[in-house]
């Protein structure tokens, strides 16, 4: 049973350019949630998607879009790239949302993006 | 969302028991504590969570207060590779986890 997985792994990014991450949730997950971590900080939550909508978003600005696909897997957008977007984007899985309490939620191992 | 207290840092010797303690003293009836940790520059790993009783998995054991105001993980016999960021984190069901700075736990040998 594969976890959660994302891709790509590593990426360089030039300012102002626009960037595509992915995320192909746990088997069975249907909410998937995307978080960046900067280095030496703690997670700070992006958004969450079920049944293909945004539910729930962070203080996060409008560059930072996503998409859930009807297979559950993600993608996470982000347009005019900054120097400041420099991070490593963790994707998060877990079964429904505001239904069933107590779940566990797994990570991915994370895109680290690179933006020079 | 219950904000969170855990001690910068900690020390643990190789085989013996590490005792991570977490404060969450606004903790709200329906809001679970989450453990993960995190190994440098890999993405979080679960490690348990609990209501208000007390839980043992493979990894650890979690201890909630009678109150639950407060908890407290246990790593049993802690080897270098436990060495990583331990984060304590209150959950209500939207799976939204605030992550706050978490415990530094070095094992040395």
């Known amino acids: 049973d594969a976890g959660v997985t994302q891709s790509p792994t590593h990426l360089i990014k030039t300012r102002g350019q626009q960037v595509t991450l992915r995320c192909s949730p746990k088997?069975?997950?249907?909410?998937v949630s995307w978080y960046q971590q900067a280095l030496g900080q703690g997670p700070q939550f992006i958004f969450q998607y079920y049944e293909e909508e945004e539910r729930q978003r962070g203080n996060f600005p409008d560059r930072f879009s996503g998409h859930q696909f009807p297979n559950y897997s993600s993608e996470l957008n982000v347009n005019a790239l900054l120097l400041g977007d420099s991070a490593l984007y963790l994707c998060?899985?877990?079964?429904?949302?505001?239904?069933?309490?107590?779940?566990?939620?797994?990570f991915g191992e994370g895109s680290w993006l690179t933006v020079v | 969302d219950a904000k969170t207290t855990q001690p910068p840092s900690m020390d643990c010797a190789e085989g013996r028991a590490a005792n991570l303690p977490c404060n969450h003293s606004?903790?709200?009836?329906?809001?679970?504590v989450y453990w993960y940790r995190q190994i440098h520059s890999q993405g979080p790993q679960y490690i348990i969570h609990?209501?208000?009783n007390n839980e043992t998995n493979e990894m650890a054991s979690l201890i909630i207060t009678e109150d639950r105001k407060s908890s407290t993980l246990i790593l049993p016999h802690a080897t270098l590779r436990d060495t990583a960021v331990y984060y304590c984190i209150v959950l209500k069901h939207d799976y939204k986890l605030s992550f706050g700075a978490g415990t530094t736990v070095t094992v040395r040998a």
């Open positions: 606004t903790i709200s009836g329906n809001e679970y």
């Open positions: 609990g209501l208000k």
């Open positions: 088997s069975g997950h249907d909410t």
């Open positions: 998060a899985s877990a079964t429904g949302t505001g239904l069933v309490t107590g779940n566990t939620i797994y």
